[in-house]
């Protein structure tokens, strides 16, 4: 069974200060691991992915996170925050293969202060 | 290019009725899967659809159930509405050699009243 644990439901940051969100999974298969942001009344969209290349993965808006196997970890960073990055940023984790439903954490709320 | 259409976006149901949530999938893509999101939650798993055929599905009840077309598009039929069925229900597509490339919708948001 797979698992995430996104730690801290709530993050608050000034704006330009640095974003570092959370996320721990369990897997007992390889997996691939995402970041989803989602605004409000609407649905998800990918923010960066990891599929067993490189541990280090760049996605768009300036984030970028990393797999640390030995950590299960997969925190998401971003060196300065925008007012624009506040939404819901949700951490997901599924098999490389046979089961390919995504595994959600709870998510954690961002906010960004002037 | 359109994305993943869901609809209706919104929809108020009394608890016991019937509804159907329908999906249209991004083009290219062949596979669609279903997530139902409760307020301050994540998305959970429901079922997915390939080949119009239930492929894998989550820990939900046999009150969901649904269909795919075979123009990919798809359904999701929720039976005996009950309140805690009031949730954000989301459809996610993508193509079978991509498993891992979904598409999202805007989902629909379900109020069982």
């Known amino acids: 069974a797979q698992s995430v644990t996104q730690l801290g439901s709530h993050v608050s940051v000034s704006e330009g200060a640095l974003v570092l969100l959370r996320c721990n999974y369990s897997?007992?298969?390889?997996?691939?691991l995402f970041w989803y942001v989602q605004y409000p009344n609407q649905g998800l969209q990918l923010l960066l992915k990891y599929t067993s290349a490189a541990t280090l993965v760049k996605g768009i808006n300036g984030f970028e996170a990393e797999f640390k196997k030995s950590e299960t970890s997969f925190h998401l960073t971003k060196p300065s925050a925008h007012m624009s990055d506040a939404a819901e940023y949700f951490c997901?984790?599924?098999?490389?293969?046979?089961?390919?439903?995504?595994?959600f954490g709870s998510g954690t709320r961002l906010q960004v202060q002037p | 290019d359109a994305g993943v259409t869901q609809s209706p976006t919104h929809l108020i149901k009394t608890r016991g009725q019937q509804v159907t949530l329908r999906c249209s999938p991004k083009?290219?893509?062949?596979?669609v899967s279903w997530y139902q999101q409760a307020l301050g939650q994540g998305p959970q798993f429901i079922f997915q659809y390939y080949e119009e055929e239930e492929r894998q599905r989550g820990n939900f009840p046999d009150r969901f159930s649904g269909h795919q077309f075979p123009n990919y598009s798809s359904e999701l039929n929720v039976n005996a509405l009950l309140l805690g069925d009031s949730a954000l229900y989301l459809c996610a597509s993508t193509e079978l050699q991509l498993p891992h490339d979904y598409t999202f919708g805007s989902g629909t948001r379900l109020t069982v009243v």
């Open positions: 997901a984790v599924s098999e490389v293969a046979g089961r390919r439903a995504l595994t």
């Open positions: 897997s007992s298969v390889p997996p691939y």
């Open positions: 083009s290219g893509h062949d596979t």
